[in-house]
């Protein structure tokens, strides 16, 4: 049972460039999630697709866009990558809807943009 | 908006002392708590969660956390640490009906000694 799958796990931009992290998740969830996580930032929001066919600005949503594919896949692009998007990125998803319900965290993609 | 707040940015433990991590949360509506644990290298895990009824949880690996609502708190307990828990560990609050997002914490960096 993978849960959530990401990649790439590691790359290496350089300024300017562009890149795609993709996530793909296989417990049917409806609700799916892209966070950044920074040192002494925790983990915050970018973008968030609560159910097929709809997508949401989060809380840092600038330099990014996404992609819900399909129910199981969202994509996360960066156009023009910049050094402030170091960082590490992590897709999450869960069944949305009903409260108390638990969110699954991928392994993360470290990303260094040069 | 909502946000979470946890004041011990970095503790460190020895052995078989016990453990207490303060969460707050800022929102006067309903929410769901969450405890996510970050093993060095890994993804988050959940550690244990509260949505409703008995506001004493008991999660995995012996943690329990305990939701007081006059205090906005939510904050994280082990008795006794083992070296095995050093991790960083975030609190995370969800607003019902807020589309299913979790606002994180800032995390706390928990070191034990042997």
């Known amino acids: 049972n993978a849960g959530v799958t990401q990649t790439p796990k590691f790359q290496v931009l350089k300024t300017g460039q562009s890149m795609t992290l993709q996530c793909a998740q296989d417990m049917n969830h409806n609700s799916m999630y892209w966070y950044r996580q920074d040192p002494g930032m925790g983990l915050r929001l970018i973008y968030y697709s609560a159910s097929e066919g709809t997508t949401d600005k989060g809380e840092v949503p600038n330099g990014y866009n996404v992609s819900r594919l399909n129910k199981r896949e969202f994509s996360l692009r960066l156009e023009s990558a910049a050094p402030s998007q170091t960082s590490v990125y992590f897709c999450?998803?869960?069944?949305?809807?009903?409260?108390?319900?638990?969110?699954?965290f991928g392994e993360g993609s470290w990303l260094t943009v040069v | 908006a909502q946000s979470v707040s946890q004041h011990n940015h970095h503790v460190i433990l020895s052995e078989a002392a016990s453990l207490e991590l303060g969460c707050n949360y800022s929102y006067g509506g309903t929410v769901n708590l969450f405890w996510y644990v970050q093993y060095p290298g890994q993804h988050l895990q959940l550690l244990l969660k509260?949505?409703?009824?008995?506001?004493l949880v008991k999660g995995i690996k012996g943690f329990e956390a305990e939701f007081i609502k006059s205090k906005f708190s939510f904050n994280l307990r082990k008795p006794s640490v083992q070296w095995s828990d050093t991790a960083e560990y975030f609190c995370a609050v969800r607003v019902t009906g807020g589309g299913n997002k979790l606002t994180f914490g800032t995390g706390t960096q928990l070191k034990v000694e042997l």
């Open positions: 999450a998803s869960g069944p949305g809807g009903t409260s108390g319900n638990t969110i699954y």
């Open positions: 509260y949505f409703s009824g008995d506001p």
